[in-house]
């Protein structure tokens, strides 16, 4: 586990939150070739930039504290909810941090799913190194949660614990925190992004990152099949992905077009995004797994 010299401040604020959910850990080593991977939207801005631009930029990935962005919650500030529940995870080790200093998010990829651990956030995930797995630290269920059990490479009983939940599938995710900074080059195995992006700005963008690019089957949803499943997150938002479709189909790019128009709220396509990441992935996804 290399956290840097131990005379570095960051270092050694990962160093006491790495104890601290080691000391509330239990259970055996985790499964060997398991990857942390870390789910975004790769078509979305961070800091005014493209976010792949802003990450090409930085060589880095880091946490909503740095880039005021997320797909999830924006409570990362003092006193926030994001700051409560790091303070209470990581029995204060980043209360006055830095924000560059506190760790990024994703989930344990634990049923190797072709489209990352946690789809609820992102159509396309970076895979990282299995080095991450030893500066991580987990937690069931998500942090925002309040959860009670916790895990490390070493100790980890959260896996029987996911697979023995009902929840949705988009939420039964083992929530991973990757501590000591995250270089791209350093700690990605892969960067790996829905087909719908092929040939795209995208795709370029993505070439240019220091990591490998690849790719899954992609998700879609013909607008037939949308209207399906207008109970899941509401008709509404059922309504808007149709009318967003391209040719008759929902797929990330059309999500990520609307977005960027600035003519609809981002919750509203939040919730367009979970009706197609819930109803409309590709096999090998695991989406299918619980209603």
């Known amino acids: 586990m290399d956290l840097g010299n131990p005379g570095n401040a960051g270092g050694e604020r990962a160093r006491r939150a790495l104890r601290h959910v080691a000391a509330r850990s239990a259970g055996p080593p985790l499964a060997p070739g398991l990857r942390i991977t870390l789910n975004f939207h790769p078509d979305r801005t961070a800091g005014g930039l493209p976010i792949l631009d802003a990450l090409a930029r930085d060589g880095a990935y880091h946490s909503q504290f740095v880039t005021g962005t997320s797909n999830g919650g924006l409570t990362a500030h003092p006193g926030g909810d994001r700051w409560r529940w790091e303070s209470r995870i990581f029995g204060g080790a980043y209360d006055d941090a830095d924000p560059h200093q506190r760790p990024v998010y994703g989930a344990l990829d634990f049923r190797r799913q072709v489209v990352g651990a946690a789809p609820r956030f992102g159509s396309c995930h970076f895979r990282l190194a299995p080095s991450a797995l030893t500066r991580a630290t987990f937690c069931y269920p998500d942090s ?81 099949e949308l209207r399906r499943h207008a109970g899941y997150r509401g008709q509404e938002y059922v309504d808007l992905g149709a009318r967003i479709a391209r040719d008759g189909v929902l797929d990330p790019r059309a999500i990520g077009d609307a977005a960027r128009t600035g003519r609809h709220e981002g919750q509203d396509l939040k919730k367009v995004w979970h009706t197609l990441a819930r109803f409309g992935a590709p096999p090998g996804a695991g989406t299918a797994r619980s209603l």
């Open 144 to 224: 925002a949660a309040e959860p009670t059990d916790f895990g490390t490479a070493a100790a980890h009983r959260l896996t029987a614990l996911a697979d023995a939940d009902t929840r949705d599938a988009l939420d039964d995710y083992i929530e991973a925190q990757v501590h000591g900074g995250l270089p791209l080059a350093r700690d990605v195995e892969a960067l790996v992004l829905d087909a719908c992006y092929r040939g795209t700005a995208v795709e370029a963008a993505a070439r240019r990152l220091p990591c490998p690019v690849a790719w899954h089957p992609g998700y879609r949803l013909t607008v037939p």
